[in-house]
């Protein structure tokens, strides 16, 4: 399983670039906001956790089709679906932290360039990218599932999004309200924070179960 | 057809498709005539209802707007029950029933939304608010369209089913949250008035024609779901003899 871990980091690190895809995708979103809503320095800084939280997610969702599409067309898709149910559940929920750290990793830390474009404080910076960290995680798992289910379609990237955007709904809807209650005063930070860190655990337990079932599903 | 060699006991045998087939025939039109029976006294019992004395003539929008948010839920779980029968006996007939749901349960979640947002005009002040409850429907919304879309997007029926049926499941996270955000959360939209522990709290005269709405949404959802299933297998079937037509064709030639 480490073999297969560093092997998919190996992937994504070296010749398609979808890692580095990711965060230029982040980059380009956020960077837009600015032109379509005017150069309000108050305003941005009001609203950047908000517009961090998007880019992110917008961008966690990008690369996702890639997830199980590149080992089917190489066929190793077929050999890892052949192992028993145990073993398949476990490779999903590697391959899935192989994605996760190959393409949400690098927009947590990408994340306090874009607080300072955005106007953020370094309190505000921070939350957004401690929630992040939290969060991305669970949009990889939850995302194994659409990658799984959309694996057999020839164009399925932007399918995987429409299927996937509504279960990371609650996800965005916890970790910017935890980003915003630790900079505004009178809301607790950790209500949304257990709340979001929650949601993650289940989706890294659900994600893998219902990911390998799709996987099953769809090979015979 | 070798399985009906196999003793089957009498719920296996309504999986049969052509059994289903000839028994939903039987039964569809005295279906759709109790839906259209049910529906009319509903409609007539709704508006003789009294008005509300705070919401006048607008609180009639409940009778159509409450039934619909009921089914747009009911027909996630049916559709959710199905995924079952699709994932556990792997049977065709329950992937069938998963499928023709989506059309019926995402058009009964539009007009919950349509309607409700015709009474929140009057009522709040507003077309809409992102409060929980409404942000939970739109979501079911769209994992109803999402569905569809998967549906659309695989050629093969077959090769569709298991992985929607797991995508059903995982969303059916969404129907509790429906359920329970108006007690969670502190939302604009009423919380739960008739279905509660203590027993409803609305007035009988509102009630009684909301509960033969209910029954009527019910009704109708069942005759068209029966209606769809039907479709689907003799679609399903016209491809088949298709694909076989045209192989036979090809190894002829």
Request: hydrophobic share 60%; glycine share 8%.
């Amino acid at each position: 399983m480490m073999a297969l871990l560093v092997r998919d980091l190996a992937i994504a690190t070296r010749s398609g670039g979808a890692a580095m895809l990711g965060v230029l995708f982040f980059l380009a979103v956020v960077a837009v906001i600015p032109f379509g809503i005017g150069p309000d320095l108050n305003l941005l800084g009001r609203i950047g956790p908000a517009i961090l939280w998007i880019g992110a997610l917008l961008a966690s969702l990008l690369g996702l089709d890639r997830l199980f599409q590149a080992d089917r067309e190489d066929g190793s898709l077929d050999m890892l679906v052949m192992q028993d149910w145990f073993s398949l559940i476990f490779t999903v929920f590697v391959k899935s932290l192989a994605h996760w750290l190959a393409t949400g990793l690098p927009l947590v830390l990408a994340a306090p360039l874009l607080g300072l474009l955005m106007n953020m404080g370094a309190a505000a910076t921070g939350a957004v990218m401690l929630t992040l960290l939290v969060g991305t995680p669970a949009i990889s798992f939850i995302g194994a599932v659409g990658a799984a289910v959309a694996v057999v379609l020839p164009r399925g990237g932007l399918l995987v999004s429409i299927l996937i955007l509504p279960l990371a709904i609650p996800i965005l809807i916890f970790g910017v309200s935890a980003a915003y209650a630790a900079v505004t005063d009178p809301d607790p930070f950790w209500p949304p924070f257990m709340i979001l860190s929650a949601i993650a655990l289940f989706f890294a337990a659900l994600g893998p179960v219902a990911a390998a079932a799709a996987l099953k599903g769809a090979s015979d | 057809m070798s399985d009906t060699t196999i003793s089957q006991g009498w719920f296996t045998s309504l999986a049969n498709p052509t059994r289903f087939l000839a028994l939903s025939g039987r039964l569809l039109p005295y279906l759709a005539t109790a839906a259209v029976l049910s529906l009319l006294i509903g409609l007539f019992m709704s508006f003789a209802a009294p008005e509300d004395y705070q919401q006048g003539i607008t609180v009639r929008i409940m009778f159509i707007h409450v039934p619909a948010a009921w089914l747009a839920m009911m027909c996630y779980s049916v559709m959710a029950i199905a995924s079952i029968g699709t994932l556990v006996w792997r049977h065709p007939l329950a992937d069938v029933a998963a499928k023709t749901a989506l059309p019926i349960g995402a058009a009964f979640t539009f007009l919950s939304l349509l309607t409700g947002s015709l009474w929140g005009r009057p009522m709040w002040g507003t077309w809409w608010v992102w409060d929980a409850r409404l942000t939970s429907v739109f979501v079911l919304f769209l994992m109803y369209l999402g569905l569809m879309a998967l549906h659309k997007a695989m050629d093969d029926p077959a090769r569709a089913a298991r992985p929607a049926a797991v995508l059903t499941l995982v969303g059916f996270i969404n129907i509790p949250i429906i359920k329970f955000s108006v007690d969670w959360w502190n939302t604009l939209h009423q919380p739960a008035s008739v279905i509660r522990l203590d027993g409803p709290t609305i007035h009988p005269s509102m009630l009684y024609p909301l509960l033969v709405m209910a029954l009527a949404y019910t009704l109708i959802f069942f005759t068209l779901h029966l209606m769809a299933m039907r479709n689907e297998i003799l679609r399903r079937r016209v491809q088949t003899m298709r694909r076989q037509a045209a192989q036979a064709i090809g190894g002829g030639a």
